[in-house]
């Protein structure tokens, strides 16, 4: 099992590129400064979405896990692109998982 912090650590790059004013190439820039404004990033969720259902109704679990990671690190540049802060969605889980609801 992988370190839970995975999430924290990529929130964290994507914030940090985010920030950046480099010009160096950086897709996570890319998807949130592009011309098309948070439809880019709402784009890319709706695609990787798609692909993960097609991955995981034709059983290819290796590529159901790629298409499931791809789907997470584009909902969450899209949480970035809506100014939503991703420990936001970790305290709703939490609430959840205790069971209740914080935003019925």
């Known amino acids: 099992m992988t370190d839970a912090k995975v999430f924290d650590e990529l929130w964290q790059v994507i914030c ?8 160096e190439k950086s897709y996570v820039r890319h998807l949130l400064f592009h011309e098309k404004g948070i439809d880019k990033s709402l784009e ?19 590529k159901t896990v790629g298409e499931a990671a791809d789907l997470i ?11 939503v802060d991703f420990d936001l969605v970790e305290e709703e889980l939490a609430v959840r998982r205790a069971g209740m609801h914080l935003h019925d």
């Not at 940090?16 to 010009?23: G, K, P, Q, T, V």
């Open 16 to 23: 940090e590129r985010a920030a950046s004013e480099s010009l």
């Open 44 to 62: 890319k969720v709706g695609e990787e979405a798609v692909e993960f259902i097609l991955a995981a109704k034709n059983g290819v679990s290796e």
């Open 73 to 83: 690190f584009h909902m969450m540049v899209a949480l970035k692109a809506a100014d």
